[in-house]
């Protein structure tokens, strides 16, 4: 029903930036917020930070004042630019999206992409 896809990850010195993109494809009534995560290996998945179908954004205390996340709603793309990396933001970054599928009002669900690694090392 969806599709998502990130792009943008890769291999950055500490101090260093990045900029993730994930496009939305395939077939939705609606989407409303859209999260960006991270996970390492061994380690739970955390959300890092998302952003509301109104603008309205939030993020993690590793991610504050350091990440900016944004939308393109005509385009179905949520970014993450992330500024003043360092080794402990190595991980891969998956894009979420809550979508509204389905027939007549549909239903809510989660959407997940596969992932982009991020690696910070000098």
């Known amino acids: 029903q969806v599709q998502l896809v990130e792009s943008g990850g890769g291999v950055v010195h500490p101090g260093g930036s990045l900029r993730l993109s994930c496009a939305a494809s395939?077939?939705?009534?609606?989407?409303?917020?859209m999260r960006w995560y991270r996970q390492v290996p061994g380690q739970e998945r955390e959300q890092v930070a998302a952003?509301?179908?109104?603008?309205?954004?939030s993020y993690s205390h590793s991610a504050q004042d350091r990440f900016t996340i944004s939308r393109d709603n005509a385009k179905n793309m949520v970014f993450l630019e992330m500024n003043s990396l360092n080794p402990e933001d190595t991980a891969v970054y998956y894009c979420?999206?809550?979508?509204?599928?389905?027939?007549?009002?549909?239903?809510?669900?989660?959407?997940w992409g596969l992932g982009t690694q991020v690696t910070v090392s000098s």
């Open positions: 395939g077939s939705w009534i609606d989407i409303s917020t």
């Open positions: 979420n999206m809550r979508c509204r599928v389905g027939r007549a009002g549909g239903f809510w669900s989660d959407f």
């Open positions: 952003i509301t179908n109104n603008g309205v954004t």
